[in-house]
Structures are given as C-alpha cells and as structure tokens.
C-alpha cells in the first residue's frame, strides 16, 4: 500500500486530498499545526476508509518543524510515494502594512516550505524510481495581487523546473492552480469577496478530483474549471499593466 504525504490537510483543498486518497487505498501522513484537528481528521479517515493515518503536528513558518517534515518525506524505510505541499494562507493586511516579521512567516509556509519539502521528497522519490509531488499554487500566482501572488509565482515556476529536473526519473511533479474555493481560506484572511461572481467559484472535491487524475497522466499544471483554464491560456496575451490595473479588484486586503 502506497503512502501520501499532505500539509495542510485539516481543512479545505487539503483536506479534500486527504478523503480522495484515503478512498483509494493511500495510507495518509497528515501534517498541519493543530493537534486536536489532526486527530479528528484521523480518526474519521480510518473509520470510513480503513487506511493507516499518521499524524505530524508542525507549523511550517518554522525552520526546525519543517525540518522534522522533510526528514520524515527522506525516510526510505517508511517511503512516501506522493506528497502534497498544500499548506498556505493570505494575509489580512497590504505588504507595507504588515510586519515584516509577519510577510517572512507566510513567504516561509508558501514558498520556503514547498521548496524544503520537494527537495526532500524529491531526492527520495528518485532514488526509488517513481512518485509524485503536487504543489498546490494559484491563479493568483498570474497576476499581481500582494505577496501572496508572488509566493504563488514562485510555486509554478518552481515546480515547471522540477518537473524538468525529474524528466525519466519516474517521478512527476504538478502544479495546482485553482481560483475561488469554497473554503475556509477567504473568511480566515478576513477578505471581501462578495463581488466574485458566482459562476467562478470552485468546489474543493471537484478540483481534487480533476488534480490527480492530471498527475496520473504526468501533467505539469493542472488548472481546474473551464473558466480558470480560459483565464490562465488569455492572461499572457494582456498588457501586464492591465493585468496590475485588474489585480488590485480581486480581493482587498484590510488597511493598517
């Protein structure tokens, strides 16, 4: 039986990946900061799918706890066959209002995190000859909406590269990259997002769903929902200064 690795996975798009491959036979490594939460996931993991779960509890904005993570994705006598680097949040507030401090511990979780994760589970995969690494991303990492959009910049284009890097390992590496979820992620940034139409609103278990059937036929981007697929194919052909000029209507982070 195979085994999957998923940050993040007690709400949301992760927990989602958690279901959807527990219903396939994966026993589950179930890594997120809230213990409680992690056992309640667990449990209902093993009682409705009969999986084996292991829970990590660690907050991925810290260097050591992430540390701890990676060295469990480089364990190859308990080999972890796909991992799931979807942990990730936005801020409430504009990146010259924040703290510094603050813009550093959310680059950690989006950016450094997958970086660290990937390299581990990587290096791990290859020498064993298959696996598979989703990095979950956004359409936001195609416009210019805060740092949140630059993190999830730096997620696609990092996992194209790897991607290539991993050519004929046997190992595969895909970028997700959804628009509008129905999850608790906008509330949690304390967003507006009641000018979003609703046809451009996604269900999580959909795009799940259409994720790893991608990474079954070796995709590289997965881009979930006829209108995200037609905005991201469009999006390279606008002006950049259009894009900038549209960017800033997409959510509206709280000022200091």
Known sequence: ????????????????????????????????????????????????????TEILVADLSDRAETGKVAERLADQ????????????????????????EVEEAAFDVLARAVLVLSHAAGNAMRLRGHGAIVNVSSVAGEISSGTYSAAKSFVTVFTEALAVELKD????????????????FHQRAGHNM????RFMWLQADRLVRDCLEDVAKGKVVSVPGPQYKAIVAALPLVPRPVVRARSRLVHRPKHK
């Open 1 to 52: 039986m195979s085994t999957a690795l998923v940050t993040g996975a007690t709400s949301g798009i992760g927990l989602s990946f958690a279901h959807q491959l527990a219903e396939r036979g994966h026993d589950v490594v179930l890594v997120a900061r809230d213990r409680a939460r992690l056992e309640n996931v667990s449990d209902d993991l093993r009682a409705k799918y009969g999986v084996g």
């Open 77 to 100: 006598a308990r080999p972890v066959d796909l991992l799931v680097n979807n942990a990730g949040y936005s801020l409430r507030k504009r990146f010259l209002d924040n703290d510094v």
């Open 169 to 184: 390992t046997g190992v595969t590496a895909t970028a997700l990259l959804p628009g509008f979820t129905h999850t608790e």
């Open 194 to 197: 009641s000018r979003i139409p």
